[in-house]
């Protein structure tokens, strides 16, 4: 994990000042970097702003952008904005959660998929909305959502 | 290629009878309406790349190269019509631009192909935008002529969907950063601020603020520093007109920033963004960029020693951090959580100086208010609210998108007229405004002209512009439930009625959506009381509730229960669902014909409500089933439907 701590030390080089004002911005950065805060980062920042820990959590858990496990190899994320919501996304997400025994913010076993519920993403016109590691799939069933899990868990297994 | 600053002030300042002939070619060219090779657009927006643009963007690419084809191939923003995308443009020298729905990246060869033979395609025709000096093409409409525009008032949006976002030369060439320029060269700060309140602009995010008496306030502070910051939050779900706008023409947003920061006396602003609205930020990080190298930001702009500086900030996304003193705290690297005014803001915002919070679409206004005058603002929409309204519809209709009118144009043509209503032969139910602490709006009032007033006299409240429309599918209770959960998720929990009213609404709600798990005892009692609660619960939060989520959390609960109580009696005293949204109250059936006896459902059902003998057509016993729908779930054969 050596390598870890080196690219957090990094992250923290480029926030030379130490206000406050940068705590948001230096999570945003170390989100970016590793798709999710360890321990250790918060740790460090902590340390680099001279706050202690939990209140750096403490920020941290307050904002929906901020996961703390780590994402899967396929990152799945479901609209369930108001429109999506129309469009049966309540129904897609029952779908997803039984295909992969996780809910939202969380990671399968395997480390293969997690899943992430966002409230809008701002597509409302093609509602409901599904992203596998960027790739869009709009209107879809859940037929149609059963059958992409498999597809990446099939590609997966090649 | 440096740009020629010169020449780009001088197109965006003057009228073009003040051009000589190469200054017009340049800005002919400039604006496309002179082009000399085949020009295609492709809608990059968020809802163009969801419904496939960049792989359209791909097939494009590879159309030229495989065939040399010399083109040029630009990037835009939306038109409006969200459910259309992606949605591609093409010009050929010579002629007018046309628009297409749907083109993904199968149909791009055969629409090049077509076009480039100077042969309309059959099917996927939009429209054609008309210029002077371009041969329109026959049999093909006129953009401006299509119900979704003819009604529309676009101001704020005309050059969505039809310039390059990217391109700051186009945007001047335009008459874009005109008025930035008049403003510094001309005007006094408090000279900016009476022009806008003579205009009678109001803040576009819902509360409908006098902007110029908001800046006044700023103005009149005295402070060593003052801040501008662009309310680009959009937390609404269901909304995303301020997107659209910053994906579509984000130089126009930029310059009624620095208008605006200006006015109040600022040389710092910040635009404070949804760290998800990814499109948005990469064109106006560009934005900034290329008006820094041109000099219209930064120190001493165009010699008139006036500076300023505009960052973005990308916010970390909460419902709340909208609200413009949560906002403000989590600029300031804090959680972001309300606090109480005043002091307002313009007193003691950011960092404690003066702030002023605009949204966006109050901001994108001004360009046009400075160039045409006050005068000409206040002669669209109404007496009391001057301008045009953009909304974001969606939900059950027949066309998604963005629609912008004058204030005071009824519902009715909104969604009737311009939308095409709820589309595929369903019925309209009923609208709901403003995202999840929004109206619902009955049909009833759909002749009611859309404005500030108006629809405060009803008890309604305009919101972002988020319209959300409902056919006869969709249940009210639920979709009330749905926003109360979200609410609840997302209250900062600072204050006590609004943390635990929304939850205890959600309880309520669901326990209506559902079957009772046993009829006996206490349970019943318990629903009613439950709804009985509600409206006292309603009032509590709104009165003690210190920011406008706990404020106005209440609100889709109140106006159902005023409109739509029918449909809460349905639920409650027949348990059913009038549109058979609610899963749990649906009853269930076992078609004899499908049914092979198999058992799995009988074995599976939590109730033991299913009996039968093996091999034989199973069924469900009404008064045990508590609708869960394990049965449907498991049935290998499709055997089990629902009433
Ligand atoms: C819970 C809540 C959420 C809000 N969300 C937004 C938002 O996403 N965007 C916005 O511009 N204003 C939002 N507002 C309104 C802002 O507090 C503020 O009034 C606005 O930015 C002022 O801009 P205007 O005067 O130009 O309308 C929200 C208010 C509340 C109470
Ligand atoms: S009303 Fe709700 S969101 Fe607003 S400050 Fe109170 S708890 Fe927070
Ligand atoms: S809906 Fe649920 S409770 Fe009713 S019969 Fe089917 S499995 Fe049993």
């Given amino acids: 994990m050596a390598d870890q701590a080196a690219r957090i030390e990094k992250i923290l080089h480029q926030f030379p000042q130490i206000k406050r004002n940068a705590l948001i911005p230096l999570l945003q950065a170390v989100q970016d970097e590793f798709g999710f805060i360890s321990e250790e980062a918060v740790a460090k920042i902590g340390a680099h702003l001279s706050l202690p820990t939990s209140k750096v959590y403490g920020l941290a858990t307050f904002y929906n952008q901020f996961s703390f496990s780590p994402r899967g190899f396929y990152h799945v994320v479901l609209c369930n904005g108001t429109s999506c919501h129309m469009g049966g996304a309540g129904d897609l997400l029952n779908e997803i959660t039984k295909l992969l025994e996780i809910g939202d913010g969380e990671t399968t076993r395997d480390g293969l998929f997690s899943l992430e519920v966002q409230s809008c993403i701002g597509a409302c016109g093609q509602s409901p909305v599904m992203s596998v590691n960027g790739t869009y799939f709009s209107g879809i069933s859940v037929k149609e959502v059963r059958e992409i899990i498999k597809q990446y868990r099939e590609d997966a297994e090649r | ?643």
């Avoid at chain 2, 310039?163 to 000279?191: C, N, V």
């Fill in chain 2, 1 to 643: 290629m440096r740009k020629d600053k010169a020449l780009l002030l001088k197109l965006a300042r003057s009228d073009r009878s003040g051009l000589n002939p190469d200054e017009l070619k340049r800005s002919d060219e400039l604006r496309k309406t002179e082009i000399s090779r085949p020009l295609v657009m492709v809608n990059s927006s968020t809802s163009g790349i969801v419904a496939g643009s960049l792989l359209t963007w791909k097939a494009v690419e590879s159309y030229a190269a495989d065939r040399s084809i010399e083109l040029d191939l630009t990037e835009t923003g939306s038109i409006g019509l969200s459910s259309e995308d992606p949605v591609v443009s093409v010009q050929i020298p010579g002629r007018t631009r046309i628009f297409f729905s749907r083109i993904t990246e199968g149909r791009v060869p055969s629409l090049l192909d077509d076009l480039f033979h100077q042969v309309v395609p059959d099917g996927n025709v939009i429209g054609q935008l008309l210029r002077e000096g371009q041969e329109p093409w026959e049999n093909v409409p006129a953009l401006a002529d299509l119900p979704f525009f003819a009604l529309q008032n676009r101001i704020v949006m005309e050059s969505c969907g039809i310039i390059d976002p990217f391109s700051l030369e186009e945007y001047m060439a335009g008459g874009g950063y005109g008025a930035f320029i008049r403003t510094i060269r001309s005007y006094t700060f408090s000279e900016v601020c009476e022009l806008v309140t003579a205009s009678g602009l109001r803040g576009r995010s819902g509360g409908g603020f006098s902007t110029g008496e908001k800046w006044k306030a700023a103005f009149r502070t005295p402070s060593d520093q003052k801040y501008l910051i662009c309310n680009a939050e959009e937390s609404d779900p269901g909304a995303f007109m301020d997107r659209t706008l910053m994906e579509g023409n984000p130089f126009q947003l930029l310059e009624g920033i620095s208008i605006a920061a200006y006015a109040i006396g600022s040389n710092r602003a910040y635009i404070y963004i949804r760290s998800e609205y990814k499109d948005a930020i990469r064109r106006i990080n560009n934005a900034i960029k290329e008006l820094r190298e041109i000099g219209l930001l930064g120190d001493n702009i165009l010699d008139s020693g006036y500076n300023l500086q505009i960052s973005l900030r990308k916010g970390p996304g909460a419902f709340v951090c909208g609200e413009e003193t949560a906002l403000i705290a989590s600029l300031e690297g804090k959680r972001g959580m309300p606090s109480s005014k005043p002091p307002y803001p313009t007193t003691s915002g950011y960092l404690g100086r003066p702030t002023v919070v605009n949204n966006v679409e109050t901001l994108s206004n001004l360009p046009g208010i400075i160039r045409k005058g006050p005068e000409w603002f206040r002669s669209i929409g109404t007496e009391e609210s001057p301008g045009t309204k953009i909304f974001s519809i969606s939900g059950r209709v027949a066309l998604s998108g963005l629609v912008e009118v004058p204030m005071g144009t009824s519902f009715d043509t909104i969604i009737n007229k311009i939308i095409g209503g709820a589309g595929r032969g369903r019925e309209l139910k009923a609208l709901h405004l403003g995202g999840p602490s929004g109206c619902m709006v009955p049909l009833d009032l759909m002749d009611l002209p859309v404005s500030y007033e108006a629809l405060k006299e009803k008890g309604l409240i305009m919101g972002s512009g988020g319209v959300l429309v409902m056919d006869d599918r969709t249940c009210v209770v639920n979709t009330v439930r749905f926003f109360m959960y979200y609410l609840n998720k997302q209250s900062c929990g600072k204050c006590i009625p609004c943390r635990e009213g929304t939850r205890r609404m959600a309880e309520i709600l669901a326990s209506i959506t559902r079957k009772p798990a046993d009829e006996e005892g206490s349970t019943t009692l318990e629903r009613f009381k439950g709804v009985m609660q509600l409206e006292s619960l309603a009032e509590v939060m709104k009165d003690t509730s210190l920011c406008g989520l706990g404020q106005n959390a209440p609100n889709p609960v109140v106006s159902t229960l005023k409109y739509f109580r029918h449909e809460y009696e349905e639920h409650i005293f027949e348990r059913r669902c009038p549109s058979n949204t609610c899963t749990e109250l649906r009853t269930w059936y076992i078609d004899v014909d499908l049914c092979t006896g198999c058992t799995v459902c009988a074995k599976k059902c939590p109730a033991d409500a299913i009996i039968g003998t093996a091999r034989h057509p199973y069924f469900i016993v009404q008064e045990k089933c508590i609708g869960c729908g394990i049965c449907y779930d498991v049935c290998k054969f499709s055997a089990v439907y629902y009433k």
